[in-house]
């Protein structure tokens, strides 16, 4: 297997041609502490290991993020540079928004336009 270029944020959007052009979510602090709040809770859904990403990975964490909008991933990926690099590439790839990263862990968040189940408070 050939090695991973985490350099390019958008490798893996060709991979994604039914997920329509939505803009980055930008939260708010308090919108972000009251997501921390509830991923909490939360277990990792979606596990990166060592292969890093690939289109079966970003495609099961787009279909997480329409069915629960707030997703816990792991990610067992090299060092912390390494590790943040696969982490924004996989919130670019599915046009999300990290809402918190401790260790290996990140909670990511994608609102969805169809179906909300999450009620963000007011800026």
């Known amino acids: 297997m050939g090695s991973h270029d985490c350099g390019s944020t958008n490798s893996f959007l060709p991979f994604l041609p ?3 052009f939505l803009p980055l979510p930008m939260l708010s602090d ?7 709040r509830l991923g909490h809770e939360l277990n990792p859904v979606v596990l990166i ?7 079966n ?3 099961e964490m787009d279909g997480a993020l329409a069915h629960h909008e707030l997703v816990k991933v792991r990610a ?18 599915t046009r999300s928004e ?6 290996y862990v990140a909670l990511f968040y ?5 179906q909300t189940k999450i009620l963000l408070p007011d800026a």
């Open 49 to 55: 290991g060592n292969s890093g990403l690939g289109p």
């Open 98 to 103: 990290i809402v918190q990263r401790i260790g």
């Open 18 to 20: 039914f997920l329509p």
């Open 30 to 36: 308090t919108q972000r502490k009251y997501l921390r």
């Open 110 to 114: 994608r609102a969805n336009p169809e």
């Open 76 to 93: 067992r990926v090299g060092d912390r540079k390494t590790r943040d690099t696969v982490l924004a590439e996989l919130a670019a790839s």
């Open 57 to 59: 990975l970003v495609a």
